[in-house]
């Protein structure tokens, strides 16, 4: 009797700019499909070494890697890492070989969904991340759903792409934990409090559900 083949997981992707853009925007939501039985596989653009730069960039690169492989620990998802300098996403992104491993991994592994930065975001690597991973989405010859996320723009005005919302009631305190691991990132003492707490209920509302995340679907 022939052995039954086994049926290849359902990939997400994340990109992020940063090492902790991927939790703040979508960490519950990454959680509750790694619950769900998908491989989620965040790729990390950037160590930000700016935000420590009294610091070497060695010494930044070892900290910032530790908590976000801690992090991607919490929410049961792989951390891949591409050392774009801040303030330069695109032109490392063509002359560090980073383009054609990142095309590499994305058409090895055939994600149904890709979550990336808004583009109304007014973060420029946030806003670079989000133009890499179109200009991605167009080399692909299998088509996955993309989604954006978002970070520093709270408030969104592009309400002519549909929404997707995801119930994380059983999975904030998840994202909670692994924010929590980004101990250098002192702002996140405030951050996830407010902010993500108050985004997390809003979008629960608007499910009916004690928490959610909420996502455009931009392709």
Known sequence: MMKKERKKKETVIVFSAHSDDFVIGA????????????????????????????????VVQKMRSAETFEAGKVLRCKSLFFNLREGKFIQDYEQKNVKQKIEKLVGKEKPSKIFTHSEEDPHPDHKATHRITLELYEQMPEKPEVYVYSVWNPVSFKTRYPSLYTDISKTLSTKLKALRKFKSQKIHVAYPLVLLLYRAFKDGLKIRKWFGEHFFRIK
């Open 27 to 58: 960490g519950g939501t990454i959680a509750e499909y790694a619950q769900q039985g998908k491989k989620v596989i965040a790729i990390i653009m950037s160590y930000g070494e700016r935000s420590h730069p009294w610091l070497k960039g060695s």
